[in-house]
Structure formats: C-alpha cells, structure tokens
C-alpha cells in the first residue's frame, strides 16, 4: 500500500501543460493568435492627422490622472471653443483642436489662469513619429520639437485680407467743446460778475448732452399716479397731469382751524383772538404789529407790503455733519445739495412757489438775453428762475437753473423777463464735489442712478474745510444715505468703474449698444470722422454735437486700457466688440476678420477706419461701456468703381478728417437702412474728364 501511496503523489495531471514550453501558446486549435495586437495607424490616418494639424492650431493635455477626461476638458474650455479633439493611448494625451488663434489664446489664458487642474503644451506642425516597429529599428535621429507658439511676438502682417483695411496711418480726430463761460465774461460791470461774484459757473459743464438725441428714457408716467416724471439735465422734474382747480376768488382771510400766516404766508393755527388774522410765532406778529392794530376789530382785511415781514433762512453750505437732499447732478462728481431742515425746506419751496405763481404774468423776451441775466425759464407749463450762460447760438441758449442747479438748454421762446422781487430771492442749492469720485462719462448706467436719487432722499453730509477745490470752488464731502446707511461716493464710484471680463465670458455684440442714426435732409452740416474708404465711395460722419462726445467718451476708455485691463493678449471671436490701441490710443472696436497671423482686424467704432491689430493691443470689452454708436457710414453717390488718383486727392481735399462740411442734401434709403449725399462738384469734374 505505502508504494501505491508514492505513486500516486507524483501524479499532477496539469504538470505537463504548465511546464512543457510548447504548450504555453495563446492559439486556438487552428493556429490563429487569440491577443489583439495594437494596430498601427494606417498611412492615410497619419496624413490626415498632420494635414490637421497643419490647418487647426492646437494643444496637447496630457492624461496625468483619472480626473482628466474628454468631458471635464469640454466643461473646462468650453465646447464653443473646442473644434475637434483626438486621445492618443499610447502617448496618453489629448489633442485639442480649435478653430483659429482666438480661441487657442482664449484657451491659453484659461490654463495659466487655473495651473493646477491641468498642464499643457502648445502644439506646431511638426514631422509625426508614432511608436511602431518601423521607428524602433530605424536609426534615424528624432527631430527636436519646435519652440511654443508665443502670442506677443510679433510677426509680418497678412495682407491677403477678404475685408478691406483702411490706407495710410492718419490718427483719429479729436474734438473739444468750447466753454461755456470764460474769465472774459466776468469783466468788472458785467451781469455774470454782478450776479455769481465766487464764480461758480466759470467751470461749469454740460453733459447730458446724448439726452437732446432721444438715446435715453426721458419721462416716465407710471412711478407716481396723476405725475409725469421728466428726467432732463440731471434733475427731475414733476409735472401733475391733473388739472389745476380755479383759484378761489375770496379776500378774506379768516379760516377756520389752520391758516397761512400772512407774514410768511407758511400754515399755522395761531390767531388773533379778536380779529382772526393768522400769524406763526412772535417774530412774525411784530413785523406787523403797526398795521394790525390799526385794523384789528374793525373788519378790514390787513394788507401789506411785497416786502414785509419775509424772514428766509441765509442761504450758503449748511455745516458739516448737516442732513442734506440733493436737487441735480452737473457732472458724476458734482451735486448740487441743499439743507434738509424743516425751516429750509419750508422756505425752498416757498421761493419755488412765489416764481410760479408771479411768473404766470411775466412778460416773454422780445431779444436776446445778455450773459449773466437772471431771466424765467418756462418748462411744461412750470417756470423757474435761470442764470443765462452762453447765447452764442440764439437756437442753444444755455442756462442754470438757480433754484436747482442743473444746466439746461434752450430757445428764446420759452424764455421770460425775471422781476427785481423774484431775482432778489434766495437760492439754497450749492454745488459741491464727491470725494474719491472721479469725472466720468455720463453713461446709462449712472444716469439711470442719478434720476432715482430724487430729494424725498436725505444724505448726511460730512467734509473738512480743509478739503477745498480752489480751481473749481467747491467744497469735497462725503455723503452717506441716512435710511440705509449707503455711501453715495462709493456707489458711484463702483458703477462709472468699469471691470474686466473674463476672456471664457460671451463677448458683446454690436447690437447691445444704442445707436444715434444721421440727420437727414437739406444743407446738413457734418463732421468728417474718417476718410480712408474715399477709394470705397464712402465715408464716416456724424454731427458736430455727437463728434463732442466721442471725445468726451475716450477719457474713461484711456483709463480702462491703460490702468484696468491687465490681460496680455486677447483675440476677439467674429463680431464682437473689443478695446483695441491705434496709434497709441484706446478706442471701441469690432473684429471684422480674424487671421492667423495674430492681426485680426478691427473697426473702429467711433471713426470707422479698419486696422489689422495685433493681439497683444487688444483687450475685452467691458459691460459698464454701453454708451452709444455715433458714427454713420455715408455713401458718396457718383464715385467711380475705381476713381483714379486725381478724382481720390480732390475727395480727400473736399472731406478732410476732423473738419466739418455742409451737405446740400442727405438721403436716407429706409429699405437698406443706408445714408447717402450727392456730389455736384465731383460730377463736374468727371464731365471734364
């Protein structure tokens, strides 16, 4: 039995499988190998994939952990962004293709911005070498991948454009809009000196001037029932839509509980015991104590001088810590404040009333008013006392309202004469300066802020005299809202700043902006903003007024691409606006055309010449510069396909960049929505030709 035992513990029938070479074979019955090989990529494969390469700038993500898949890299670029992507197993990277240099530069800041999700490589043409069995056992060397595509080097611009660009390198016009008032019109006898002897309106602006082109709301009939609220020149002004009941024709002036004292003419119910006459406190009752005892108990009805007994608070800069509502903005950083105590208030609006209910029988202008006169001002049936500034233009008089402070613009015919009584009257507003608020643009955004700080609001005020403008006259504070404990200068100075986009946000489109079209008709006076299509047949315009603010307008878009935007290098998408540097400034664009050299071009909104610009000179539009289009393509009717050079040196002699010119007539097509003006001059000198 023990020799049977020992037989049997040798036997291991799978011995003989496992250790006999021959059998360790990963065939079936047929011979045929049952272990997939990696397939090598076909040729026609690889030529593809060099082919695309060439065409589509990319980037190699290589897989450094399980976390980067095909579906996070699609989440972290974007899918606008990516155009074709291809994961290589072997060399486990992925190729992530895009459509032009744009979106690669988009994508570029995207993983400098976040460095620790993913690291990449920039991708350029480069020989294909695949590891197979033809590249282990050739000799030949491998070549040394190129250098990174850098995006603020410069190369040679592409001039095989689709999108015409603009000729010669002309800067872009500047305009300056004259002041309204000078030192000369405070010469020693003058009614400016006579009437503003501190001389606040020397360095008085206007500039709400987009409000006379019909860009913004300028009313609104719903916010207060049976009131029209009209948003003019930094104020607001209410307009009662009811009509007024008739006056009541009585003389006397007993009333029974509460009356108006007939000193200040402010209710009270204070009387006389005999004779009834209303009075508010002793002050009152002394300035007419004479002639109240020479009626009293007689039933005569007490009459008195204009002048008697009128007690106004002295008007000036209520001190510091004072509560205070605002009555207009001249400018982002000048309000004009008054004081909010209850004897201000009750003698504001007693002057407000006094002006209307007198002003209903002035008398119109017959001439011209003279610079410094205090003349009425007639607004929606509302009248109102003005100092006139500047009469330079008799269709553009402007004028202050005293009583407010804002700067309005008129004609002679809703002009009035103003009394010796009414101009002697006190003026409460005075103009004072936001600390830490700069002078902006007034844009929609802080317009629309400036008309909802109406006077219901009350601002505590507070301010060091030491902390005086001496070249302006006004006096620096700071305001903070009393109900909600909300700073004014911080308010605004975080809505006229603007912000820097993300380069992964949606761009903006050039409709997201107003646009204030041409006037059109007979002799049109324009200003000729660019000139560099004359061979095209057209050229940029818009009026003299709006050309002012274009202007106005590149202060804050200096500021912006100077101190703001800190991206490097931006590619705008197709279609989108963007900040772009020409000639060493900052101005609003549009990419037109988008090329790999790094040049996509851009139209220059503002003017309307075409630029290649380089990527590192452009930045992302921000979203606070909703301010509107103001330039007008206009079509020069009679230009020759192909003017020849004489025809284009007599066009740019006739409409010189930055001058104005009078058309005899502008056209307007509605179906195309395009402006054009004819030529007389040009069709007599292509006759003689």
Request: include cysteine.
């Amino acid at each position: 039995m023990e020799s049977t035992e020992d037989e049997w513990c040798a036997f291991n029938p799978m011995a003989k499988d496992y250790y006999e070479e021959g059998g360790n074979q990963y065939t079936n019955e047929s011979g045929q190998n049952l272990i997939d090989e990696a397939p090598v990529p076909p040729k026609d494969e690889k030529e593809q994939r060099v082919a695309k390469q060439a065409k589509y700038p990319y980037l190699v993500v290589p897989k450094s952990n399980p976390y980067v898949t095909e579906k996070m890299l699609i989440n972290f670029f974007g899918r606008a962004l990516i155009k074709e992507m291809e994961f290589r197993r072997m060399s486990r990277v992925y190729f992530i293709y895009f459509e032009n240099i744009g979106s690669l530069e988009a994508a570029r800041q995207r993983v400098e911005r976040y460095p620790n999700l993913i690291k990449c490589v920039t991708g350029r043409l480069q020989k294909e070498h695949d590891i197979n069995i033809e590249a282990v056992t050739s000799k030949e060397p491998i070549p040394k991948p190129g250098p990174a595509i850098s995006p603020t080097e410069r190369t040679a611009v592409n001039r095989n454009r689709d999108v015409p660009v603009s000729s010669g390198e002309q800067k872009h016009p500047e305009f300056l809009r004259p002041p309204l008032v000078t030192k000369a019109d405070y010469q020693i006898g003058s009614l400016l000196a006579t009437n503003d002897a501190t001389k606040r309106y020397l360095n008085v602006k206007y500039e709400f001037t987009l409000e006379r082109h019909d860009v913004y709301t300028l009313k609104d009939e719903t916010r207060i029932p049976q009131v029209t609220l009209h948003f003019r020149s930094g104020r607001t002004i209410p307009v009662t839509t009811v009509a007024a009941p008739e006056e009541d024709k009585t003389e006397t002036l007993l009333e029974d509980g509460v009356s108006k004292c007939v000193v200040c003419q402010n209710w009270t119910d204070t009387f006389c015991k005999l004779c009834k006459m209303p009075f508010c406190d002793a002050s009152c009752f002394a300035d007419v104590a004479e002639q109240h005892k020479q009626t009293c108990g007689k039933g005569e009805i007490l009459k008195l001088d204009e002048k008697v007994g009128r007690k106004f608070p002295k008007p000036g800069l209520p001190p510091s810590g004072s509560k205070v509502r605002i009555t207009a903005f001249e400018q982002t950083n000048v309000v004009y404040v008054r004081s909010a105590d209850i004897q201000v208030d009750v003698a504001y609006y007693t002057v407000l009333m006094e002006v209307m209910m007198l002003g209903k029988s002035a008398s119109k202008l017959q001439s011209g008013p003279l610079c410094g006169q205090i003349v009425l001002y007639k607004f929606e049936g509302h009248m109102s006392r003005a100092l006139v500034l500047n009469v330079d233009d008799p269709k553009d008089i402007y004028v202050v309202g005293i009583d407010f402070g804002s700067v309005e613009v008129t004609q002679l015919d809703d002009l009035y004469e103003c009394s010796s009584y009414l101009a002697g009257l006190p003026c409460y507003p005075v103009a004072v300066k936001l600390r830490g608020v700069p002078r902006r643009f007034v844009g929609p955004n802080i317009r629309e802020i400036m008309y909802e700080l109406d006077q219901s609001l009350v601002f505590d005020m507070k301010y060091s005299k030491r902390e005086y403008d001496f070249s302006k006259g006004l006096q620096i504070v700071v305001m903070t809202e009393i109900d909600i404990n909300r700073s004014l200068n911080r308010l605004f100075k975080t809505i006229i700043t603007p912000v820097e986009p993300s380069v992964s946000d949606l761009g903006f489109k050039e409709d997201c902006l107003p646009y204030i079209p041409l006037s059109f008709g007979k002799n049109i006076e324009v200003v000729v903003m660019d000139n560099t299509f004359l061979k095209c047949g057209f050229v940029y315009c818009t009026s003299r007024d709006l050309a002012y603010e274009v202007s106005k307008m590149q202060r804050d878009i200096q500021e912006y691409g100077e101190k703001i935007a800190k991206c490097a290098t931006f590619a705008p998408p197709l279609n989108e606006l963007c900040i772009a540097k020409y000639e060493g400034k900052w101005s609003r664009g549009l990419s037109v055309e988008l090329m790999g050299d790094g040049y996509p071009s851009i139209l220059f909104i503002d003017y309307g010449n075409i630029v290649p610009t380089h990527v590192t000179d452009i930045r992302p539009y921000p979203p606070q510069f909703i301010f509107p289009i103001m330039t007008t393509q206009l079509d020069l009717i009679g230009v020759p396909e192909q003017p020849t050079n004489e025809q284009i040196e007599w066009l740019e002699h006739y409409y010189p960049t930055g001058t104005g010119i009078t058309c005899s007539e502008i056209i307007y097509c509605k179906e195309n929505n395009t402006y054009s003006t004819r030529i007389d001059k040009l069709q007599e000198l292509l006759s003689l030709d």
